[in-house]
């Protein structure tokens, strides 16, 4: 084999994270600054994200009108602590139910069972949704798992493509006469939790956008972005996403009538530091030395260093996003040549952050599917599959879930593998993995 032949033989990594000289000199530049923990950066990252999340926008000038995009985000360490604190503030604990697609990773149930509630599985639609193939849950079966004890739904919008959640919202409003909101157990927190239930009335809608930053769905004819569709959302800033901030993730939620922004944004302020009433950054102004612990709580707070990352990574995000749709488009001609089904990532309604890509092999089952899983990592090109479905886990099963119970679920997981898709991929690269896919598959099918 020639030395120029693109057939010679690559490593392609199946997600490593798009590092520029720029996210390096800004986290230099917080090195230096002596902010290191939670200061200015991250609030500006905070703001910054507000915007683009109303806006699908990088370059807003948030600093111009910082009320405007203030107390709209709070920068996390991880998306399980965005769902977290998005569970804690809404009041959810013992006693109660979440409904969770059986179809998804841990994270998406385990900060449930964090948080001392009951997680309740759904199965996914046959093959997906029939537009998207995203695994999404089933409709008619999510409205019948919800009980009096319900009080929320965890949508999870996997590989970046955004539920239907006007259906979703549709479900818990015929459900809303089975709601019962919590009443307040005397204490700061609870109060606030109980005022939320109560001024929302129904199920809690919670996105699990750990996939999803810039991913949208038209409503009402306008164009929606991920973290403006659910009640409250949690996003994943995690090494292998789209945008990364090494670890680390945010919460936001949408305006609650009667409920002020600045409110709910003290409380995520409150759980992710120790229920401490000043962070660092407040406690320098002069005199501003005393603070109070309000309740006992968690430590979950993002850092300056972490957020040097994201500002620099949200300055070039659309570029990315742009690379990923050239590569997806790739991708779907050689499936769509070989009958292999695959998620659909753009339509006229849907426009996804296209973070995964995953493709189901017609024919074959869980061995046959490892099998060229395995051929294709001898020739360099490294997949995975998103995901087992979490009955099947261990942890899970303890629970005493079946995964003989979610048919659906274990067929779609059965015969799916991920391509590689990151920003890193050369054309060079891109082809390599087309045309060795499409020659060990040939093979089976």
Not at 73 to 89: D, F, G, I, K, W
Request: contains cysteine.
């Amino acid at each position: 084999m020639k030395e120029n032949d693109n057939l010679t033989k690559r490593i392609i990594p199946f997600s490593p994270p798009d590092i520029s000289d720029l996210e390096i000199n800004e986290v230099c530049d917080a090195l230096r600054s002596g902010w290191i923990t939670t200061g200015p950066r991250t609030k500006l990252l905070e703001r910054r994200l507000a915007a683009y999340i109303e806006t699908g926008k990088t370059d807003v000038d948030v600093d111009a009108d910082q009320e405007r995009w203030s107390n709209r985000v709070v920068c996390l360490n991880s998306a399980t602590a965005a769902e977290e604190l998005n569970l804690r503030v809404c009041g959810i604990g013992e006693g109660d139910e979440v409904i969770v697609p059986a179809y998804t990773y841990t994270a998406s149930a385990s900060a449930v069972i964090h948080c001392g509630a009951t997680v309740k599985f759904v199965d996914i639609r046959k093959d997906g949704d029939p537009d998207t193939h995203m695994p999404e849950m089933d409709m008619q079966k999510l409205a019948e798992a919800i009980s009096p004890k319900t009080k929320a739904i965890v949508c999870v919008d996997l590989a970046g493509i955004v539920c239907d959640y006007e259906k979703i919202l549709q479900i818990a409003n015929e459900k809303k006469s089975l709601f019962v909101p919590k009443k307040s157990d005397g204490t700061l927190l609870g109060d606030f939790s109980s005022r939320i239930q109560n001024a929302i009335g129904r199920v809690v809608i919670i996105s699990d956008c750990a996939h999803g930053l810039g991913g949208s769905r038209v409503v009402n004819g306008e164009r929606k972005y991920c973290g403006s569709l659910a009640d409250f959302t949690g996003f994943s800033f995690h090494a292998v996403k789209n945008f990364t901030t090494a670890e680390g993730g945010a919460a936001t939620w949408k305006p609650i009538e009667g409920v002020d922004n600045a409110e709910i944004y003290k409380f995520y302020q409150l759980l992710s530091l120790h229920g401490q009433n000043k962070d660092a950054l407040a406690k320098t102004k002069v005199g501003a030395w005393e603070y109070d612990i309000i309740g006992p709580w968690y430590k979950c707070n993002m850092t300056d260093v972490m957020a040097a990352i994201g500002l620099r990574q949200l300055d070039r995000y659309l570029s990315l996003l742009d690379r990923r749709e050239k590569i997806i488009s790739k991708y779907d001609k050689v499936c769509d040549e070989l009958g292999v089904s695959r998620l659909c990532h753009h339509n006229p309604e849907i426009n996804s952050s296209k973070h995964l890509y995953l493709v189901r092999i017609p024919g074959i089952g869980e061995e046959k599917r490892n099998e060229i899983i395995t051929e294709l990592a001898e020739r360099g090109v490294l997949t995975n599959v998103h995901y087992k479905p979490l009955p099947m886990m261990t942890a899970y099963k303890t629970l005493g879930w079946d995964i003989k119970d979610f048919p659906n679920s274990f067929s779609y997981y059965e015969n799916l593998i991920t391509l590689p898709l990151h920003t890193k991929l050369t054309d060079e690269d891109v082809e390599y993995v087309v045309r060795n896919f499409k020659e060990v598959v040939c093979r089976y099918i």
